[in-house]
């Protein structure tokens, strides 16, 4: 495959406050906090290893969402394909940025959106510019109750989509009734399948707990984040322990924006420990923390933003 260009990057901002019905209460300031809110490095062009290139975007139908603990292995020769829909920052200059991640899975055993940023209005005008029907998705896993991760999702829902929303078991009481009036929510404790190939990392504990999603590609292991509350390196582990073996690409918010810079190096270091071949950045990283991975990575650095697509395998 040809190599990827070099992602355009987008000035950040954060938008006021969403206004929209589902009343998630943000349980962590600095997710949400202006402080927080950082552009991430230009970085190097992403690496021309034909096991990560960037190619339009597209979507297809998931299949049924399952809850099996049992491993269902998809075809490993069809390429996964991850389009950030949602950043601080954004790769194409078509497409608005603001505080908050989402992102669209396309893998073999099916397609999902994770997360839904924060302004729903935002998050229909990048699907719209990037080709992606919002009745086309059929499954959400939410990775955590902040509003910056789910404001986006009333909008989604009332634009036609119906899925099935998988969320943390000790996501509030409250949003999770005024979802579970809009479609069906599925309950994630431990790891479990959501779809053939793609699992959740299952709840993890801390101030805000949060699940992630590991991916099973032709290339390796990717782990896919909202935020990381839980501790980027313990989600790493925990992607780890899912499915066994090295980590081809991490992906999404590492929240170290307000990390100092020797702990920030310890976690570079730990990623290198534990086998993480290639890195990508975004959300609640911080300029600082993505500017000492794109050093330590240098090619297997690769540019994240609201745009940017991501193809492995």
Known sequence: MSPPATAVRGRS??????????PIVCLLAACSSPAAATTAPAGPTTSTDPATTASPATT?????????TETTTPAVDTPVRLTIVYDNTAADARLGAAWGFSALVEAPGGTLLFDTGGDGALLLANMAQLGIDPASIETVVLSHAHDDHTGGLPALLHAGAHPTIYVTASFPAGPRASLAAEAAVVDVSAPQQILPGIFSTGEMGGAVPEQGLVIVTAAGTVLLTGCAHPGIV???????????????????????????????????????????QRVAPAHCTGEAASAAFAREYGDDFVPAGAGAIIEIG
């Open 60 to 68: 297809s139908a998931a299949p049924s969402a399952t809850t099996s």
């Open 13 to 22: 901002h954060q938008p006021p406050p969403n206004p929209c019905w589902l």
């Open 234 to 276: 313990a989600m790493v582990e925990q992607a780890r322990e899912v499915l066994p073996g090295d980590i081809h690409l991490v992906v999404g918010g590492f929240h170290l924006a307000q990390t100092p810079p020797a702990a920030v190096a310890a976690i570079v270091a730990a990623f290198r420990d534990l086998g993480v």
